[in-house]
């Protein structure tokens, strides 16, 4: 699995979660499969990873707002995804946590969200600033929406890919991946799709207070 940014857009009446610092909790841990990224002219490929989180503000019509980031799926010394993940915990990860870190169990887990707004244009945009560990006495949000877990390399990968909100669905079916796994099922491929943005729509404590 990996990680990259997703801006989320105010593009259409999407409403748009405040800027500031929200408590939240981790609803979706989605692993998108290879994607290709051009920058200066460079093309690379990397495997993606999205996570979403709830926060506790909610919409004007009382439902839950939600936040995503996309990371590319690494644990090394530089990757956004270890940073984040470290801040989170408010610890650094150990070697034996650096060889197998199953991604899986952010799923549920509270954190202390930081919101921006970002205008390009005449578009403005909601990015995640930091995500950092939630204090105590700070209620985290139950999700509104179900807390989901996609793995492209589960066997169960075709069935649950109907789980994901439509957005991240067709960034999955652009993937090799999920290719290979129509391939393994006989399925035919799918057709070529432009990759939209995701739609909107618990884990016990560990040992010194570690989420995870």
Not at 42 to 55: E, Q
Not at 65 to 87: C, D, N, Q
Not at 99 to 107: I, Y
Not at 187 to 201: C, E, K, R
Request: proline share 7%; charged share 25%.
């Amino acid at each position: 699995m990996s990680l990259t940014l997703k801006e989320t857009s105010s593009a259409g009446d999407y409403e748009l979660p405040p800027a500031g610092t929200h408590a939240a909790r981790c609803h979706l841990v989605a692993d998108l499969g290879t994607v290709e990224t051009t920058y200066d002219g460079k093309t690379t490929a990397s495997r993606k990873l999205l996570i979403g989180w709830t926060l506790a503000e909610l919409r004007s019509d009382g439902s839950s707002h939600t936040i995503f980031r996309r990371y590319t799926a690494s644990l090394g010394p530089k990757a956004a995804l270890r940073a984040m993940l470290e801040s989170w915990r408010a610890k650094a990860f150990g070697p034996e946590e650096l060889r197998a870190f199953d991604v899986a169990r952010l799923a549920g887990v509270p954190a202390l969200i930081g919101v921006i707004h970002v205008t390009k244009g005449d578009r403005t945009f909601a990015n995640i600033a930091s995500v950092g560990a939630l204090p105590k006495g700070l209620q985290a949000p139950r999700a509104q929406v179900p807390e989901i877990v996609f793995d492209l390399d589960s066997p169960d990968a075709w069935q649950d890919i109907e789980l994901l909100p439509a957005g991240v669905r067709r960034q999955v079916e652009l993937s090799p991946e999920w290719q290979a796994v129509l391939a393994k099922r006989g399925a035919p491929a799918a057709p070529a799709a432009q990759a939209g943005a995701p739609a909107s729509s618990g884990f016990d404590d560990m040992d010194d207070d570690i989420p995870f």
